[in-house]
T-cell receptor, first 112, second 117 residues
């Protein structure tokens, strides 16, 4: 039973354009959401997070949007750069046990 | 952000031997650390939650006698894969929660590639 879903296994975007990565969840108890970026053979790097009391959080080129009614969040990267090419994982927490539940990941390729 | 290190970064061992992987939080104290496993092209699977000074909490399906976790100090947790077999070959990643940062934000180590021959 996948509680966090990233339905797009891959995304290709032109350099300078916007990248939009999507994530859906099923557990209404989740109250904290995070995005991580991962290169092969490395640990994930924390990018940005959002609490369920907010619907948007911005940090430089990265913006996360949360739609609680739809149980959907998205990560926007503007402008996309070749160095953004990596696998992006969405994660959620219900706060109670501090565990993070990860999605399957979306591989982003930013091309010239 | 907070820094988490892992050692070794890769290890090759013979079947039947035990392997210890260390996870350290370098610039903060972590009362809670987590151990994950990642198979090729798959997501991170949480194996266990390591709490300083107490027993680890294992996820369903993870053998606690095979994957021994010790969280002896606020900056160090170890994962020992006992009597390793080829099916234990995987990428093991630890993470630590920095109480001074976002509520449930975890910071990850660089991972350890284990290959069992």
């Amino acid at each position: 039973d996948q509680q966090v879903k990233q339905n797009s296994p891959s995304l290709s975007v032109q350099e300078g354009r916007i990248s939009i990565l999507n994530c859906d969840y099923t557990n209404s108890m989740f109250d904290y959401f995070l995005w991580y970026k991962k290169y092969p053979a490395e640990g994930p790097t924390f990018l940005i997070s959002i609490s369920s009391i907010k619907d948007k959080n911005e940090d430089g080129r990265f913006t996360v949007f949360l739609n609680k009614s739809a149980k959907h969040l998205s990560l926007h990267i503007v402008p996309s750069q070749p160095g953004d090419s990596a696998v992006y994982f969405c994660a959620a927490s219900d706060g109670g046990y501090n565990k993070l539940i990860f999605g399957a990941g979306t591989r982003l390729a930013v091309h010239p | 952000g907070a820094v988490v290190s892992q050692h070794p970064s890769w290890v090759i061992c013979k079947s039947g031997t035990s392997v210890k992987i260390e996870c350290r939080s370098l610039d903060f104290q972590a009362t809670t650390m987590f151990w994950y496993r990642q198979f090729p092209k798959q997501s991170l699977m949480l194996m266990a939650t390591s709490n300083e000074g107490s027993k680890a909490t294992y996820e369903q399906g993870v053998e606690k006698d095979k994957f021994l976790i010790n969280h002896a100090s606020l900056t160090l947790s170890t994962l020992t894969v006992t009597s390793a077999h080829p099916e234990d070959s995987s990428f093991y990643i630890c993470s630590a929660r920095d109480p001074g940062q976002g509520k449930d934000t975890q910071y990850f180590g660089p991972g350890t590639r284990l290959t069992v021959l």
